[in-house]
Every structure is written in structure tokens, then in C-alpha cells.
């Protein structure tokens, strides 16, 4: 194409991508990828004129701008999705006469080009209604100061005040608030770190750490809840009770008025969350501007003058020898201390949790959360500081409440114990005998006595309650929902249905209502309440510990736009979370624990099929780097030698007998590698053939530890010379190559036997130990369907050759995405062997590898009541002297071999018969006899797998050592559960490829038990020293 000129006037706009137009309304879809405008354009080769003459002009390309589709998993309603196309789609020829697959992950959209006619017509005309959603003032920071602000705001902060006096109360609120901070800032960092949906905490602290942790602390996080709603509706039916009880009015006695009261309020509140977020958050207002209203009664009364009834029970307006004394403790009782009252006070400032529980139900979860919590942790700490200051500034510690306890004017200062005597009363006698009633010390609604208007309190008391009960019931069934959907556990999806635009669980609510109803007739819940404020510090640690480890373990992945967090600070408030659960209550911190561990544990081994990108994964990935590098400075020793193994499978799952031998002496000790060489050209179907996931599934279902690595080549011998000299990382690399036989090489052609030597002489080139197996039922188990299975390791008469031509490779989406199980058949190495014998033919000193291999067998249980016997090769008239030398070798070794055979037959001439056989094996390959040798020897240098009289000469007697060896194999081994035999070595340039696999054939041919050839790389792997 000849290019415009700058004088041409010609502008690069005019050259934009042009996207064809989409399926869906026939509306263009700029800076998008529209599939089937591309298969328009190039599905056959006949059709690339027809997308017009700007197919491929100037700039013209299919790539695309970004764009939001590209990277969600969801759909956008009103237009068809996206596609970013794939590298193939970019780089390959436009005319080649297949469609090409296609690797965008989606979850929604069609990936197939073009919708149909009827697709469109079921298409909805308007947009779905949109669920309820809220900021982050009405979502988020009202129902987490609601859920923080509670009874012991109320009942218990003066006692507190009186007891750790104004300054430690300070000290107490802060270091509370400070670990709820920390938590508050790790859970914005948390919820900032990508999109957030429905599940609250589960859901932050599962997608952090994983499964296994946030699967235990989600369902212990929404029982907690569940109960934390009995907690809640009783401490608000006690006081009704009370109140009913003042004026007379009692159903059935106190125990069974809670009961009534309790179970009525929370089916109210059920009603209330049934109805949709919409109603409960229209009543979380109501309860907050109830509890604002209290407040400002409260501030009001402590302004006021102070009438002598209130005088008289303590109060006494603001005094500045009031804040003066009351700065400092007075402790009294037995939960006198710093630690006792942090204890009660600290569950008044958890509850931060709330407004991300329903983080499903929030406008911008990642906006709202970081602002919400903080916002309420701050306002919450404010208040209470505030409280704190006041009531300390104007009520005493100690006073009787009787108005006749004034002091005289002729009584005398000393004898007047206490503050009041400065202002005209005197409560020494109370004092003294420790009878007060009123005063910070000893009066609980010292709130309600100081408030402008009494009742006020009373409903700030009941909205604190009840706020607090619906947050929980509203937070449960959304924390379990999510639970249920992710099926960690058995038995619980049934409750994770949804129902309505809000997707309300209305299941998980009546199985929230039946926990809390249960708990609400026991109507004591003071043994059940630590367990509780356990959990949720153990959630507090846990989303603090996320936080600490997705940052330490600098994962690309963690980039959250929330800034204002620290790692360490993250720890401190994991640690301090720990802590005080034991401060708390240690029993309770166990069980909290204990559960914790026990699900962790059932998870753990049923290992749920999810994969949310934690930062425990990411972790694995840094100590297995560190590790590997690690070993970069550890200096190789014969001690410490393992056998480290690659393993030509093909496809794991066609060659099974071979992967669990191997797996049998290398399983928690050495490294396993399956390795498969997919001969074909390189493609994209080539590709995914080689690298797919369902090799490894098929190893992790037969609990193979093994590590599986596929390559694409051209011909088999140069794949695995890929494999040979690339697999592996740093020191933990493979120093042995494990092949199945190829027992159809007589019927194959000599170029493929050529090329399976070939890969013997490759693999002793770069220093690797060999073995090679034969069974005589063979090793392949593939079906014929199976084009990609590589024929080259071992095959049967039925099988294809090695260097054949590869079919045609095409492939489609289905065939990318959808992976077959492949089945489990069962081998004689997955068997317990009994009392039977592996018999090791030690006949050359290959450096130990041959008795090393034996040895790591019998430590496994199915191998262990094996016995071995080792055979070498010696004269008659020296044979117990030989073995009496080779028996001393071994106990030097310390193998626990103690059956030794010397066997001086190996030395004799084979039987004429076998002799035959074996030169009929051999007679296709022999060159024939030509008297002009130039010719010859220019054959035998095209035809290198040829064998020539010479060759049959010059190898005669190690031809006739293996025929003689097969012979002995026959008379000894016949009952053995393994033969394991020194390999021979065919020298290259002396040794013809077919002459050398010959030898091989014949040793191990016709023998009942599995044969492993085992050649080590001539460098010791035993020793009998120490160092």
C-alpha cells in the first residue's frame, strides 16, 4: 500500500480504528472490540474484501483503546459486552481458514460472535429496578455509632469514671478507640483494594486471607450476630420490665416478662429487616435522633442549677474541686483495677463492623466504608470523652440521696468527710458504713438523675438497644448469605437465597430470628456475653492481621487507595486485639480460638475449589521464592544428595504406572516433574494442549506431589532437550530422566528409534541420571483419541509414530475452556507389595544410584515388607569372598540390605535359541554388505541407525552379556515385585542407535515383574562418611 504524503493534506484522524457495528441494535461500539465483526471480516478466507476497501488502510487495526469491559466481570445492562481481542487475533494472517480461540476471561458475556434474532427479543425493553443504596452518613457512619453507642454508655461509663477516675477513664476510652482506629483504618485499606460486594467482613477478610481463615471467622462472625441480637433485645427488655415492675405492672414474674417482652420486640425487629434495607435504615434515623435528643438532654441538665433533690443524690453542677477529685482513681470491689474496668468497657467500643457488614447495600463500598467508620469511631470517642469530663465535673463520688443530710452551721469542718461538705452537705455517716446509695459510685442512672428530662435517657436507653439489635440482625444474614453462596461448608446453602431487588436473604433472617429466640428464653445471658465480644475481637485481629500480611508480602495486587494505614500499625492491633480477648476472659478467648482452629482445620482439608487472589498465596509464592534463592548459597554435598526427577509422561494421565513409581521415592522428599512434548507447530491450541490445567488436576486427585511442565516442538527429541536443559529453578533442577520403554520400536520406524536413543545419549550429555521402565503389559493407557498424548515414551503395536505428521490444530472456545476429567485407573505400584523381593542386579558401579533408588522404595509403607536382594557379578572360586566384600560395602552404606548373590553364570555364553532371536530382532536394521564402501559408508552416514557387520563385530560381546543377562533374569526374578538392573551404555560413534535399544529389548523382554533400567551419572550419590 502506497502511504499518503504530508503535502496530501491527509490527517491521522482520518485512520482510526473502525469497530464494525454491533449484533445488538446495529449501534457502533467505539473503543470497543466487537467479536463478530471481526469472524465477519476474516472467518473464511473469501472474505476479506468484503469488509470494504478501509479493512486495512492506514492505521487501520483491531486493537483497542481501554475500556471498562475489558477488566469486569460483569455486564453493563443496554449494550452488549466488550471483548478485548487476543494476541492471536493480532498477529495471525487474516486468511487463515479457521476461527480463531478466543482467552478473554468473562463470566456474563457471550463470547460467541453475533447474538441471535431471538436473543434480541428476549432482551428486556427497560432497565432492571434498582435495589436501595446508601451513602455513607446514612449506610455507614449512623448505623456504626448506633452499634458502638450502647448500654454501658449509659449504665456504666460514671461508675467507670468514679472508679478509674476522669484521667484513666481518658486513658481507657483512647487505647479502646486507638485499637478500634487501627482496625477502622485497616478495614478502609481493605475495603479500598478493589470492588467490594455484598458479606461484609466474611467478605473483606476471605478475600484477603483466603478461604481457610475467612470461611471459620465468617460463620463464627455471623452466629455472633445472631446472638449478639438476644444480647441486645434482653438488656432493652430488662429495662421495660424494671420500668413495669415500678409501676406495678407484671405479667408473670421478671424472668418470664423478659421472655415475652424479648421475643415480641424481636419479631418487631424482624419485620422491620424483612421489609427491605429501605425500612431499617428509616428506623437506624429514627433510633439516632432518639439517642441525639438524650444527649442533648443530658448536656442541658448538667448546665442547669441544681435543685436539692439532685443535690442530695450527688450532683452539684460544674464544680472545679469536683473534676478535681474525680481526676484521679478511687478503686473499690473486687473489679477495682485498670484491666477490670478497661474489660467492661471495652465491648462499648466495638461495633465498627457495622456499616461494612452491609457493605452489598452501599452506593461506593470503597468510599463509604474508609469515611463511615472513621468518621464514627472519632464522633463516638468525642462523646464519650465529653460524657466522661462532665459527669466528673459535676457529681461526687458518694451521697445518700436523703435531703435531711445537710450540714448545720454549728457543726465543725474535720468531722465532715468527703466534697459535699464544702456545699452544705454532709453524707459522712453513709460514707463510713458504706451504705451510699447514690453518687458515681454506687447509682447507675446517674445519667437519668442529671438529664433536664429523666425519660429522655430512659429512650436514649431503648434506642441504644434496639439500634444495636437490628444492626445485628441486619448484619448476620448478609455476613451468612455470602458464606453460604461461596458453599465453604456443606449443609448451609439452602439459607443463601436471595429474594427481591435487594437480594434480601430471607431465609438467613429466620435463622437469625430462631438463634435469637433461643437465646432470648434462656433470659441470662451473662456467660455467653464474653464468648461473644471474643469473636468480634477476633475478627478485629484477623481484619488487622489481613491488612499486616497482604502489605508484607508486597504482592502487585495490593494497592489500595486508601493511603493513611500502616503495616505495623496493622500487627500492634492484631496483638493488642489477642490480648485483650485473654484480659477479657481467657476461657472465652480458648473457645474463640478453638473454633476458629476447628473449622480452619475442615476447610483446610476439604480445600474449597475458589481462588480469590489472598494474600496467604501470595505469601506461599514469596517463601518459595526466598527459599529457592536461599539455596543459591548452600553448597551441593553426596549427603544431602536427592533424586530429583524428570518424568516423560505425555499427558500424566496416559502413562499412570509410571507416574506412581516415581511418586513412590520421590513423594516429601525430592522433586517430581511430569513432563509432556506436544509435536505439533506452535499455535494457540498447541499451546493450551501443553500447558493445560487439567494435567495438574488429574495429579492433585491422584495426590501426586509432582510439578507438571509441557512444551510445543517440532519433533519429540528436541522437546525434551528443551525440558533437559530448562526445567527446574536454581538448585532445586532434575538430575534424573525417567522414560517409559518404547516397545513398538521394532515395528516403528528406524528414525524414531534413532531419535529415542537419542534422547538417552542427550540426557547422559548434560550429566542426568536415566531409568527407563517396562512393564509388560506396557505403560500407555491413552485412548486413540487422545492426538495429543506424544507417542514417544512407550507404545504399543496400535500406536503412531513419533515423528508423523501433526494434524491439523483446530480448536474452539468450548475446547479452551471445558476440560475433561480424565480417569483414575488403578497400577501395581499403588499396591502393598507383601512379602515379596526386589531384586537389584548391581553389575556396574554407576555411582549408587541403582541401590539408592531400591532403598527409598522400601520406606514406603506398601514396599516395606519387601525384601532386597542385591546380585552382582564374580568368579565361582571367589564368590563367598566377593560377597562377603560386597556385603561389607553395604553395611557401610547403612541400607539395611543384608541378602547378597553372587552370580558367576552372567559370564557365560547366552543359549544358541535366544542368540538367534536376537540377531532376527536386528536383521531389518543390518546394512547390506556392498563391495563398494564408499557407497556404504555414505548410506551409513545418511542412515546412522544402521548396523553393519563391523558393528555386530566390534559389540559382539556386550550383545552376548545382555541375551546372557535376560537368562538370568528368567531363572532368578521370576516371583519378584521389581527388578531393578544396571543399564548399559551404548558408546556413541561405536554403538549404532537400533543396536543399542536392541540390547535394551532383549535384557528386559518377556520377564513378568516391572523392569527399571537405572544408570546413574557415574558421580557418587552414597557415602559412608560424615562429612
Same mark, same amino acid.
Given at each position: 500500500?502506497?502511504?499518503?504524503?504530508?503535502?496530501?493534506?491527509?490527517?491521522?484522524?482520518?485512520?482510526?480504528?473502525?469497530?464494525?457495528?454491533?449484533?445488538?441494535?446495529?449501534? =457502533?461500539?467505539?473503543?470497543?472490540?466487537?467479536?463478530?465483526?471481526?469472524?465477519?471480516?476474516?472467518?473464511?478466507?473469501?472474505?476479506?474484501?468484503?469488509?470494504?476497501?478501509?479493512?486495512?488502510?492506514?492505521? #487501520?487495526?483491531?486493537?483497542?483503546?481501554?475500556?471498562?469491559?475489558?477488566?469486569?466481570?460483569? #455486564?453493563?445492562?443496554?449494550?452488549?459486552?466488550?471483548?478485548?481481542?487476543?494476541?492471536?487475533?493480532?498477529?495471525?494472517? %487474516?486468511? *487463515?481458514?479457521?476461527?480463531?480461540?478466543?482467552?478473554?476471561?468473562?463470566?456474563?458475556?457471550?463470547?460467541?460472535?453475533?447474538?441471535?434474532?431471538?436473543?434480541?427479543?428476549?432482551? %428486556?425493553?427497560?432497565?432492571?429496578?434498582? %435495589?436501595?443504596?446508601?451513602?455513607?452518613?446514612?449506610?455507614?457512619?449512623?448505623?456504626?455509632?448506633?452499634?458502638?453507642?450502647?448500654?454501658?454508655?449509659?449504665?456504666?461509663?460514671?461508675?467507670?469514671?468514679?472508679?478509674?477516675?476522669?484521667?484513666?477513664?481518658?486513658?481507657?476510652?483512647?487505647?479502646?478507640?486507638?485499637?478500634?482506629?487501627?482496625?477502622?483504618?485497616?478495614? $478502609?485499606?481493605?475495603?479500598?483494594?478493589?470492588?467490594?460486594?455484598?458479606?461484609?467482613?466474611?467478605?473483606?477478610?476471605?478475600?484477603?486471607?483466603?478461604?481457610?481463615?475467612?470461611?471459620?471467622?465468617?460463620?463464627?462472625?455471623?452466629?455472633?450476630?445472631?446472638?449478639?441480637?438476644?444480647?441486645?433485645?434482653?438488656?432493652?427488655?430488662?429495662?421495660?420490665?424494671?420500668?413495669?415492675?415500678?409501676?406495678?405492672?407484671?405479667?408473670?414474674?421478671?424472668?418470664?416478662?423478659?421472655?415475652?417482652?424479648?421475643?415480641?420486640?424481636?419479631?418487631?425487629?424482624?419485620?422491620?429487616?424483612?421489609?427491605?434495607?429501605?425500612? #431499617?435504615?428509616?428506623?437506624?434515623?429514627?433510633?439516632?435522633?432518639?439517642?441525639?435528643?438524650?444527649?442533648?438532654?443530658?448536656?442541658?441538665?448538667?448546665?442547669?442549677?441544681?435543685?436539692?433533690?439532685?443535690?442530695?443524690?450527688?450532683?452539684?453542677?460544674?464544680?472545679? *474541686?469536683?473534676?478535681?477529685?474525680?481526676?484521679?482513681?478511687?478503686?473499690?470491689?473486687?473489679?477495682?483495677?485498670?484491666?477490670?474496668?478497661?474489660?467492661?468497657?471495652?465491648?462499648?467500643?466495638?461495633?465498627?463492623?457495622?456499616?461494612?457488614?452491609?457493605?452489598?447495600?452501599?452506593?461506593?463500598?470503597?468510599?463509604?466504608?474508609?469515611?463511615?467508620?472513621?468518621?464514627?469511631?472519632?464522633?463516638?470517642?468525642?462523646?464519650?470523652?465529653?460524657?466522661?469530663?462532665?459527669?466528673?465535673?459535676?457529681?461526687?463520688?458518694?451521697?445518700?440521696?436523703?435531703?435531711?443530710?445537710?450540714?448545720?452551721?454549728?457543726?465543725?469542718?474535720?468531722?465532715?468527710?468527703?466534697?459535699?461538705?464544702?456545699?452544705?452537705?454532709?453524707?459522712?455517716?453513709?460514707?463510713?458504713?458504706?451504705?451510699?446509695?447514690?453518687?458515681?459510685?454506687?447509682?447507675?442512672?446517674?445519667?437519668?438523675?442529671?438529664?433536664?428530662?429523666?425519660?429522655?435517657?430512659?429512650?436514649?436507653?431503648?434506642?441504644?438497644?434496639?439500634?444495636?439489635?437490628?444492626?445485628?440482625?441486619?448484619?448476620?444474614?448478609?455476613?451468612?448469605?455470602?458464606?453460604?453462596?461461596?458453599?465453604?461448608?456443606?449443609?448451609?446453602?439452602?439459607?443463601? +437465597?436471595?429474594?427481591?431487588?435487594?437480594?434480601?436473604?430471607?431465609?438467613?433472617?429466620?435463622?437469625?430470628?430462631?438463634?435469637?429466640?433461643?437465646?432470648?428464653?434462656?433470659?441470662?445471658?451473662?456467660?455467653?456475653?464474653?464468648?461473644?465480644?471474643?469473636?468480634?475481637?477476633?475478627?478485629?485481629?484477623?481484619?488487622?492481621?489481613?491488612?499486616?500480611?497482604?502489605?508484607?508480602?508486597? $504482592?502487585?495486587?495490593?494497592?489500595?487507595?486508601?493511603?493513611?494505614?500502616?503495616?505495623?500499625?496493622?500487627?500492634?492491633? =492484631?496483638?493488642?486485639?489477642?490480648?485483650?480477648?485473654?484480659?477479657?476472659?481467657?476461657?472465652?478467648?480458648?473457645?474463640?480460638?478453638?473454633?476458629?482452629?476447628?473449622?480452619?482445620?475442615?476447610?483446610?482439608?476439604?480445600?474449597?475449589?475458589?481462588?480469590?487472589?489472598?494474600?496467604?498465596?501470595?505469601?506461599?509464592?514469596?517463601?518459595?521464592?526466598?527459599?529457592?534463592?536461599?539455596?543459591?548459597?548452600? !553448597?551441593?554435598?553426596?549427603?544431602?544428595?536427592?533424586?530429583?526427577?524428570?518424568?516423560?509422561?505425555?499427558?500424566?494421565?496416559?502413562?499412570?504406572?509410571?507416574? *506412581?513409581?516415581?511418586?513412590?521415592?520421590?513423594?516429601?522428599?525430592?522433586?517430581?516433574?511430569?513432563?509432556?512434548?506436544?509435536?505439533?507447530?506452535?499455535?494457540?491450541? /498447541?499451546?493450551?494442549?501443553?500447558?493445560?490445567?487439567?494435567?495438574?488436576?488429574?495429579?492433585?486427585?491422584?495426590?501426586?506431589?509432582?510439578?507438571?511442565?509441557?512444551?510445543?516442538?517440532?519433533?519429540?527429541?528436541?522437546?525434551?532437550?528443551?525440558?533437559?536443559?530448562?526445567?527446574?529453578?536454581?538448585?532445586? +533442577?532434575?538430575?534424573?530422566?525417567?522414560?517409559?520403554?518404547?516397545?513398538?520400536?521394532?515395528?516403528?520406524?528406524?528414525? /524414531?528409534?534413532?531419535?529415542?536413543?537419542?534422547?538417552?545419549?542427550? /540426557?547422559?550429555?548434560?550429566?542426568?541420571?536415566?531409568?527407563?521402565?517396562?512393564?509388560?503389559?506396557?505403560?500407555?493407557?491413552?485412548?486413540?483419541?487422545?492426538?495429543?498424548?506424544?507417542?514417544?515414551?512407550?507404545?504399543?503395536?496400535?500406536?503412531?509414530?513419533?515423528?508423523?505428521?501433526?494434524?491439523?490444530?483446530?480448536?474452539?472456545?468450548?475446547?479452551?475452556?471445558?476440560? !475433561?476429567? !480424565?480417569?483414575?485407573? $488403578?497400577?501395581?505400584?499403588?499396591?502393598?507389595?507383601?512379602?515379596?523381593?526386589?531384586?537389584?542386579?548391581?553389575?556396574?558401579?554407576?555411582?549408587?544410584?541403582?541401590?539408592?533408588?531400591?532403598?527409598?522404595?522400601?520406606?514406603?509403607?506398601?514396599?516395606?515388607?519387601?525384601?532386597?536382594?542385591?546380585?552382582?557379578?564374580?568368579?565361582?572360586?571367589?564368590?563367598?569372598?566377593?560377597?562377603?566384600?560386597?556385603?561389607?560395602?553395604?553395611?557401610?552404606?547403612?541400607?539395611?540390605?543384608?541378602?547378597? #548373590?553372587?552370580?558367576?553364570?552372567?559370564?557365560?555364553?547366552?543359549?544358541?535359541?535366544?542368540?538367534?532371536?536376537?540377531?532376527?530382532?536386528?536383521?531389518?536394521?543390518?546394512? *547390506?554388505?556392498?563391495?563398494?564402501?564408499?557407497?556404504?559408508?555414505?548410506?551409513?552416514?545418511?542412515?546412522?541407525?544402521?548396523?553393519?557387520?563391523?558393528?555386530?563385530?566390534?559389540?559382539?560381546? +556386550?550383545?552376548?552379556?545382555?541375551?546372557?543377562?535376560?537368562?538370568?533374569?528368567?531363572?532368578?526374578?521370576?516371583?519378584?515385585?521389581?527388578?531393578?538392573?544396571?543399564?548399559?551404555?551404548?558408546?556413541?560413534?561405536?554403538?549404532?542407535?537400533?543396536?543399542?535399544?536392541?540390547?535394551?529389548?532383549?535384557?528386559?523382554?518377556?520377564?513378568?515383574?516391572?523392569?527399571?533400567?537405572?544408570?546413574?551419572?557415574?558421580?557418587?550419590?552414597?557415602?559412608?562418611?560424615?562429612?
Amino acid at each position: 500500500m502506497e502511504l499518503p504524503v504530508a503535502s496530501d493534506g491527509i490527517q491521522l484522524s482520518a485512520y482510526r480504528p473502525s469497530i464494525p457495528l454491533s449484533a445488538a441494535g446495529g449501534k =457502533a461500539t467505539p473503543g470497543g472490540y466487537d467479536e463478530s465483526g471481526y469472524h465477519q471480516c476474516y472467518g473464511d478466507v473469501g472474505s476479506v474484501a468484503s469488509c470494504g476497501s478501509d479493512a486495512h488502510t492506514g492505521y #487501520e487495526t483491531l486493537d483497542s483503546p481501554p475500556h471498562y469491559d475489558f477488566y469486569a466481570n460483569t #455486564e453493563v445492562w443496554g449494550r452488549r459486552r466488550r471483548f478485548r481481542p487476543s494476541l492471536y487475533q493480532l498477529h495471525a494472517n %487474516p486468511e *487463515d481458514d479457521f476461527r480463531p480461540p478466543l482467552y478473554e476471561e468473562t463470566t456474563g458475556g457471550r463470547m460467541e460472535g453475533g447474538d441471535s434474532p431471538a436473543e434480541d427479543e428476549e432482551e %428486556p425493553k427497560e432497565p432492571p429496578p434498582q %435495589p436501595t443504596r446508601f451513602g455513607w452518613v446514612q449506610g455507614v457512619m449512623i448505623r456504626c455509632m448506633l452499634n458502638i453507642w450502647g448500654v454501658i454508655l449509659y449504665l456504666r461509663l460514671p461508675w467507670i469514671t468514679a472508679q478509674a477516675g476522669i484521667g484513666l477513664t481518658w486513658v481507657i476510652i483512647l487505647v479502646s478507640s486507638c485499637i478500634t482506629g487501627i482496625t477502622g483504618l485497616s478495614t $478502609s485499606a481493605i475495603a479500598t483494594n478493589g470492588k467490594v460486594k455484598g458479606g461484609g467482613t466474611y467478605f473483606l477478610i476471605s478475600r484477603s486471607l483466603g478461604p481457610e481463615l475467612g470461611g471459620s471467622i465468617g460463620l463464627i462472625f455471623a452466629f455472633a450476630n445472631a446472638v449478639a441480637v438476644a444480647m441486645h433485645t434482653v438488656g432493652f427488655a430488662e429495662t421495660v420490665a424494671d420500668l413495669m415492675r415500678e409501676n406495678g405492672a407484671v405479667m408473670v414474674d421478671r424472668t418470664n416478662d423478659i421472655r415475652i417482652i424479648g421475643i415480641i420486640t424481636v419479631t418487631c425487629l424482624l419485620g422491620i429487616s424483612m421489609a427491605g434495607m429501605a425500612w #431499617e435504615s428509616k428506623a437506624q434515623v429514627l433510633f439516632f435522633l432518639v439517642i441525639m435528643v438524650s444527649f442533648a438532654s443530658y448536656i442541658v441538665g448538667t448546665i442547669m442549677p441544681a435543685s436539692p433533690q439532685k443535690q442530695a443524690k450527688g450532683f452539684f453542677s460544674y464544680k472545679a *474541686d469536683i473534676f478535681t477529685t474525680n481526676f484521679v482513681p478511687n478503686w473499690r470491689g473486687k473489679e477495682g483495677s485498670f484491666f477490670g474496668m478497661f474489660s467492661i468497657f471495652f465491648p462499648s467500643a466495638t461495633g465498627i463492623l457495622a456499616g461494612a457488614n452491609i457493605s452489598g447495600d452501599l452506593k461506593n463500598p470503597t468510599v463509604a466504608i474508609p469515611r463511615g467508620t472513621l468518621m464514627a469511631i472519632f464522633l463516638t470517642t468525642i462523646s464519650y470523652i465529653i460524657i466522661t469530663a462532665t459527669i466528673g465535673s459535676c457529681v461526687v463520688r458518694d451521697a445518700s440521696g436523703l435531703l435531711n443530710d445537710t450540714s448545720s452551721p454549728n457543726s465543725s469542718r474535720e468531722d465532715c468527710v468527703g466534697l459535699a461538705c464544702h456545699y452544705g452537705w454532709d453524707f459522712s455517716e453513709c460514707i463510713n458504713n458504706n451504705t451510699c446509695t447514690y453518687g458515681m459510685s454506687n447509682y447507675y442512672q446517674m445519667m437519668s438523675m442529671v438529664s433536664a428530662f429523666g425519660p429522655l435517657i430512659t429512650a436514649g436507653i431503648f434506642g441504644a438497644t434496639l439500634s444495636s439489635a437490628l444492626a445485628c440482625l441486619v448484619s448476620a444474614p448478609k455476613v451468612f448469605q455470602c458464606l453460604c453462596k461461596d458453599k465453604l461448608y456443606p449443609f448451609i446453602g439452602f439459607f443463601g +437465597k436471595g429474594y427481591g431487588k435487594n437480594d434480601e436473604p430471607l431465609r438467613s433472617y429466620l435463622l437469625a430470628y430462631i438463634i435469637a429466640v433461643c437465646f432470648i428464653l434462656i433470659a441470662e445471658l451473662n456467660t455467653i456475653a464474653p464468648i461473644i465480644s471474643n469473636f468480634f475481637l477476633c475478627s478485629y485481629a484477623l481484619i488487622n492481621f489481613s491488612c499486616f500480611h497482604a502489605s508484607i508480602t508486597n $504482592s502487585p495486587g495490593w494497592r489500595p487507595s486508601f493511603r493513611f494505614y500502616s503495616k505495623w500499625l496493622s500487627l500492634l492491633g =492484631a496483638v493488642c486485639c489477642v490480648v485483650i480477648m485473654f484480659l477479657l476472659t481467657w476461657w472465652a478467648a480458648l473457645i474463640a480460638f478453638g473454633v476458629v482452629f476447628l473449622l480452619l482445620g475442615y476447610t483446610l482439608y476439604k480445600k474449597p475449589d475458589v481462588n480469590w487472589g489472598s494474600s496467604v498465596q501470595a505469601s506461599s509464592y514469596n517463601i518459595a521464592l526466598n527459599q529457592c534463592v536461599s539455596l543459591n548459597h548452600v !553448597e551441593e554435598h553426596v549427603k544431602n544428595y536427592r533424586p530429583q526427577c524428570l518424568v516423560l509422561t505425555g499427558p500424566p494421565s496416559s502413562r499412570p504406572a509410571l507416574v *506412581d513409581l516415581v511418586s513412590c521415592f520421590t513423594k516429601s522428599l525430592s522433586l517430581m516433574m511430569c513432563a509432556n512434548v506436544v509435536t505439533a507447530d506452535p499455535s494457540p491450541s /498447541a499451546v493450551e494442549k501443553a500447558s493445560s490445567n487439567s494435567h495438574v488436576t488429574w495429579l492433585n486427585q491422584r495426590k501426586v506431589k509432582s510439578f507438571y511442565r509441557g512444551v510445543v516442538a517440532t519433533e519429540l527429541r528436541s522437546g525434551v532437550n528443551v525440558l533437559l536443559q530448562g526445567a527446574g529453578l536454581g538448585r532445586i +533442577k532434575p538430575n534424573v530422566l525417567l522414560m517409559g520403554f518404547k516397545k513398538d520400536w521394532h515395528t516403528d520406524t528406524a528414525e /524414531a528409534a534413532h531419535s529415542y536413543i537419542g534422547i538417552l545419549h542427550d /540426557a547422559f550429555d548434560l550429566q542426568y541420571g536415566v531409568c527407563m521402565l517396562r512393564m509388560r503389559e506396557g505403560l500407555d493407557v491413552s485412548r486413540p483419541s487422545q492426538s495429543h498424548v506424544n507417542r514417544g515414551f512407550d507404545e504399543g503395536p496400535e500406536s503412531i509414530s513419533i515423528i508423523s505428521a501433526p494434524p491439523c490444530i483446530q480448536t474452539s472456545i468450548a475446547s479452551t475452556v471445558s476440560l !475433561e476429567v !480424565e480417569p483414575q485407573p $488403578s497400577t501395581v505400584f499403588q499396591k502393598k507389595q507383601g512379602k515379596k523381593t526386589i531384586d537389584v542386579y548391581w553389575l556396574s558401579d554407576d555411582g549408587g544410584l541403582t541401590l539408592l533408588l531400591p532403598y527409598l522404595l522400601t520406606r514406603r509403607k506398601r514396599w516395606a515388607r519387601c525384601k532386597v536382594r542385591v546380585f552382582v557379578g564374580g568368579q565361582t572360586d571367589k564368590k563367598e569372598e566377593k560377597r562377603e566384600e560386597v556385603l561389607a560395602l553395604l553395611k557401610k552404606f547403612r541400607l539395611g540390605f543384608h541378602d547378597v #548373590e553372587v552370580l558367576p553364570d552372567i559370564y557365560q555364553n547366552p543359549q544358541p535359541g535366544n542368540v538367534d532371536q536376537f540377531e532376527k530382532m536386528v536383521s531389518h536394521l543390518r546394512l *547390506d554388505t556392498n563391495p563398494k564402501q564408499d557407497s556404504g559408508s555414505t548410506r551409513q552416514q545418511e542412515e546412522p541407525w544402521m548396523i553393519t557387520d563391523q558393528d555386530l563385530e566390534r559389540n559382539k560381546a +556386550k550383545s552376548l552379556r545382555q541375551i546372557r543377562l535376560n537368562e538370568v533374569l528368567q531363572d532368578y526374578s521370576r516371583e519378584a515385585a521389581l527388578i531393578v538392573i544396571t543399564m548399559p551404555v551404548g558408546r556413541r560413534g561405536v554403538c549404532p542407535s537400533t543396536l543399542y535399544l536392541a540390547w535394551l529389548d532383549f535384557l528386559s523382554r518377556d520377564l513378568r515383574p516391572p523392569v527399571l533400567l537405572v544408570r546413574g551419572n557415574q558421580e557418587n550419590v552414597l557415602t559412608f562418611y560424615c562429612q
